[in-house]
């Protein structure tokens, strides 16, 4: 979903990139973090209580529990070679969330205040709707939903054609 991928360009454009010497640790079991990792190159071993657990490569990341939660580390994570791994920090991340968040929102009550249909609704109701609603893509071949499924959602098309067929034949009451 686009919404998804701007939060994520975006948490990725405040991340900064930590060399770690092999040996040093970025997490120590029960100390208090608020770091995500995510590993570039190198490897890093993960330990509880001092036995390793689990190794982290090339693209893989740790430290994810951090952005969620404040509480003590549930392992220490060690570098076992030379290593390089983008960092981003729970503040920044649960910022960026909630800014993207808003502007997203924003971006959809705009959108529901041109809809027609809409327009008996005051500006509360349409935001109730926009906080609800889901950004989905579809290519020029997919189906939104076929005939004879059950209807559980409600379609608003922001932008792009689309075609409604009815037993066979179209129907189409929108642009195409």
Not at 136 to 153: H, I, L, R, S
Request: glycine share 10%.
């Amino acid at each position: 979903m686009k919404e998804d991928d701007d939060t994520k360009d975006a948490i990725i454009d405040e991340m900064y990139l930590m060399e770690v010497e092999a040996g040093k640790s970025v997490i120590t079991q029960g100390a208090l973090g608020d770091n995500f990792y995510v590993v570039q190159k190198g490897v890093f071993g993960v330990y509880v209580s001092g036995v390793r657990v689990a190794t982290r490569g090339e693209g893989t990341c740790f430290g994810e529990l951090a952005l969620m939660y404040n509480s003590p580390r549930a392992a220490t994570v060690t570098a076992s070679t030379d290593a390089a791994v983008w960092v981003v920090d729970r503040f920044t991340f649960r910022r960026v969330v909630t800014d993207t968040g808003n502007q997203t929102l924003q971006k959809h009550t705009q959108f529901l205040s041109q809809v027609d249909l809409l327009a008996p609704l005051s500006s509360a109701e349409r935001q109730k709707i926009a906080e609800a609603l889901d950004e989905v893509e579809y290519g020029p071949e997919d189906f939104v939903f076929k005939e004879g499924a059950d209807g559980d959602a409600m379609y608003l098309i922001q932008s792009g054609t689309f075609a409604v067929i009815k037993k066979g034949k179209d129907v189409s009451f929108g642009k195409k």
